[in-house]
Nanobody, 121 residues
Framework: QVQLVESGGGLVQAGGSLKLSCAASGRIFSISDMGWYRQAPGKQRELVATITNGGSTNYADSVKGRFTISRDNAKNTVFLQMNSLKPEDTALYYC???????????????WGQGTQVTVSS
């Protein structure tokens, strides 16, 4: 069993900051990419940011310069520092990890349950 557990969401005023964390646990052999996605009410889930196990990052245009993704490979944890938050950042934020559960298994994507971020104007 693999679990991804997010934390750090909450209610913040526009211009404020939040830091999300996501820890992967369970039967894990290796993790390649990790990332954050979000889904606002009535909208499709969208990519926010991803990071490879080597530290290469990718961001959605809407969050570039405001959000920073990082990871602690020793703890199988990925973070999302969110600054200068806007009301349009309000969404359920999901953690995602591409991982192998054994040396011989394929890479599969796993998802967390999500953490709510609400930005008031």
């Amino acid at each position: 069993q693999v679990q991804l557990v997010e934390s750090g969401g909450g209610l913040v005023q526009a211009g404020g900051s939040l830091k999300l964390s996501c820890a992967a646990s369970g039967r894990i052999f290796s993790i390649s990419d990790m990332g954050w996605y979000r889904q606002a009410p009535g909208k499709q889930r969208e990519l926010v940011a991803t990071i490879t196990n080597g530290g290469s990052t990718n961001y959605a245009d809407s969050v570039k310069g405001r959000f920073t993704i990082s990871r602690d490979n020793a703890k199988n944890t990925v973070f999302l520092q969110m600054n200068s938050l806007k009301p349009e950042d309000t969404a359920l934020y999901y953690c995602n990890a591409q991982l192998r559960i054994t040396r011989f298994s394929g890479n599969y994507y796993y998802w967390g349950q999500g953490t709510q971020v609400t930005v008031s104007s």
